[in-house]
């Protein structure tokens, strides 16, 4: 009887600990439950976080899509604007270096009709004894010829206009004038002071013209091409695509294999001899063949194979890591 009341009174004490022990499990679940609700909420957070994050870059994207697109208007606007500003300047620049040859020549006609009164006046014969007296011009009407020709404001003229000019002086110095008299050798002499004082002053204008105006716009037209150069550089950046990612077979050819502890039929050093167009039909893995132990005659290539198929086997890149270092040997191929 009192082992039995001994007996009771220890599972009375280990139901009430079991009855701690389910209230605490009772407790924790619903700890659990608690967590794994908030986890939910969390979650549910995040879901709603990563779509409006996914909205948004969607949204940035479009707008930098934009921003390059206006971006590139604005170029190829500022391009066009540059290109016909340089034609303009190179149009303008064209007609300074013509206009400026036309009075360099201008100058030298000068020059040749001063030679020829200075013949005149010397009384040094000008007219062949072949040429007919007809066709000789009297000393009067040359000089007034020259007075006419000196008359001109040459710094003032066109290039056209200066053409003219030209073909009138080398016709008055290639003339056939009569014997002039004192006095028309007196007049002659005015006239040749003027035309000195021209050339003199058509010289002044061709040298500036050559030092700043042309100089001027030389750089203008260098400058404009920079820009334009500058801008078609960030055209060409925007509008042409990268190039694309290209991995050829060399890249995941190693060169030098060893494979040892798999027995005779596979151990050896092999080595890279070539790699093929294109992976073959013979159960190789990849494009690279080799040749074992320095035989170069006798080809193999590598296979994929289980761990199990590996066994102890030690497949290993001597020179490089390589993703095919896990592949082991098939027997000799066909040498390619």
């Known amino acids: 009887m009192a082992a039995n009341i ?29 967590t794994l609700a908030a986890n939910e909420t969390t979650l549910a957070s995040n879901t709603t976080t990563l779509a409006v994050n996914t909205t948004t870059l969607a949204a940035n994207a479009t707008t930098v899509a934009a921003l390059v697109n206006v971006e590139l208007v604005a170029l190829q ?14 149009l303008r620049l064209e007609e300074e270096i013509v206009l400026r040859d036309a009075r360099n020549e201008t100058v030298s006609v000068i020059a040749t009709v001063e030679k020829k009164i200075d013949l005149l006046i010397s009384n040094i014969a000008t007219n062949s004894s072949r040429v007919r007296r007809a066709e000789a011009v009297s000393c009067q009407d040359f000089r007034a010829d020259v007075t006419a020709f000196m008359s001109l404001k040459y710094s003032d003229l066109t290039a056209s206009e ?8 080398k016709a008055l110095s290639e003339s056939t004038v009569e014997e002039c008299t004192d006095e028309e050798k007196t007049k002659l002499i005015d006239a040749k002071s003027s035309l000195l004082s021209e050339r003199a002053n058509l010289q002044d204008v061709v040298v500036e013209q050559t030092e700043k105006t042309i100089a001027t716009l030389k750089s203008i037209v260098d400058d404009i091409t920079e820009d334009l150069t500058n801008v078609q550089g960030k055209i060409a950046a925007i509008t042409t695509p990268p190039p694309a990612m290209t991995t050829t077979p060399t890249s995941f050819c190693c060169k ?35 040749y074992r132990d320095g035989n170069v005659d006798d080809l193999y290539c590598f296979r994929s194979v289980s761990n199990a198929e590996l066994g102890s086997a030690i497949v290993q890149c001597e020179d490089q890591p390589s993703p095919f270092s896990t592949y082991m040997y098939s027997p000799a191929t066909t040498p390619a």
């Open 256 to 290: 030098i294999k060893t494979v040892r502890s798999k027995g005779a039929d596979y151990d050896g050093d092999y080595t890279l001899k070539y790699e093929e167009a294109q992976t073959s039909n013979d159960g190789c893995k990849d494009a690279c063949v080799y």
């Open 77 to 90: 606007e500022e391009e066009t604007a540059l290109q016909s500003n340089l034609t303009t300047q190179k």
């Open 6 to 34: 001994t007996t009771l009174s220890a599972n009375e004490t280990t139901l009430a600990a079991n009855e701690t022990t389910l209230a605490a499990n009772i407790t924790t679940l619903a700890a659990n439950t608690t």
């Open 162 to 169: 200066l053409q003219k000019a030209i073909s009138d002086g």
